[in-house]
Antibody
Framework: QLQLQESGPGVVKPSETLSLTCTVSGDSISSNSYHWGWIRQPPRNGLEWIGTIYYSGSTYYNPSLKSRVTVSVDTSKSQISLRLTSVTAADTAVYYC?????????????WGQGTLVTVSS | SYVVTQPPSVSVAPGKTARITCGGNRIGSKSVHWYQQKPGQAPVVVIYYDRDRPSGIPERFSGSNSGNTATLTISRVEAGDEAAYFCQVWDGNSDHWVFGGGTKLTVL
């Protein structure tokens, strides 16, 4: 069974870049069995899809974030990365990484526990 | 982009049936996936592709999808079912994943 663990700074200053990593264990990140996604959840709010990266390297982003977001995979470290530039208080949220089975690419089946990022000076 | 709409809250007595809806334009032509999220925890998929249950999810959870409405049905509701439930679709027109706003299920 896959396990995912997000990590990164808990506080980011406004206008700076938010950088998070998600470490995957339980299967090879470089197999063609999974794609990978990032989802966030502002405090007391719903889920917002951020972006998905296919095992082929193709990326898809939420249009509301597309100009600021980059998702990438480092197979040597079994990590998925998220970069979000020019952050504001509106980017304060719990950030989750999740696996997307290639055979059921619409679904986020395994999720990390999430990491809270607060944008504050 | 595609929009899916959920009621903010649903209340149900223990032992009764809860129905949580997810509305969208011709959502019946898409596949709908449902997630349960308890406070302080990550979401867990309870129904995928309209009506399939992952292993470990009780048979009390079922799903349907037709026309402009998809429905998550929870039979014989238990106190432990109290949680937020989110529907989600993949919009093939844009290659985007879309979540509903979530429904808070309260067990009275």
């Amino acid at each position: 069974q896959l396990q995912l663990q997000e990590s990164g700074p808990g506080v980011v200053k406004p206008s700076e870049t938010l950088s998070l990593t998600c470490t995957v264990s339980g299967d090879s990140i470089s197999s063609n069995s999974y794609h990978w996604g990032w989802i966030r959840q502002p405090p007391r709010n719903g889920l917002e899809w951020i972006g998905t990266i296919y095992y082929s390297g193709s990326t898809y982003y939420n249009p509301s974030l597309k100009s600021r977001v980059t998702v990438s995979v480092d197979t040597s470290k079994s990590q998925i990365s998220l970069r979000l530039t020019s952050v504001t208080a509106a980017d304060t949220a719990v950030y989750y990484c999740a696996s997307v089975p290639a055979a059921m690419f619409e679904v986020f089946d395994y999720w990390g526990q999430g990491t809270l990022v607060t944008v504050s000076s | 982009s595609y929009v899916v709409t959920q009621p903010p809250s649903v209340s149900v007595a223990p032992g009764k049936t809860a129905r949580i809806t997810c509305g969208g334009n011709r959502i019946g032509s898409k596949s709908v996936h449902w997630y349960q999220q308890k406070p302080g925890q990550a979401p867990v998929v309870v129904i995928y592709y309209d009506r399939d249950r992952p292993s470990g999810i009780p048979e009390r959870f079922s799903g349907s999808n037709s026309g402009n409405t998809a429905t998550l049905t929870i039979s014989r509701v238990e106190a432990g079912d109290e949680a937020a439930y989110f529907c989600q679709v993949w919009d093939g027109n844009s290659d985007h994943w879309v979540f509903g706003g979530g429904t808070k299920l309260t067990v009275l």
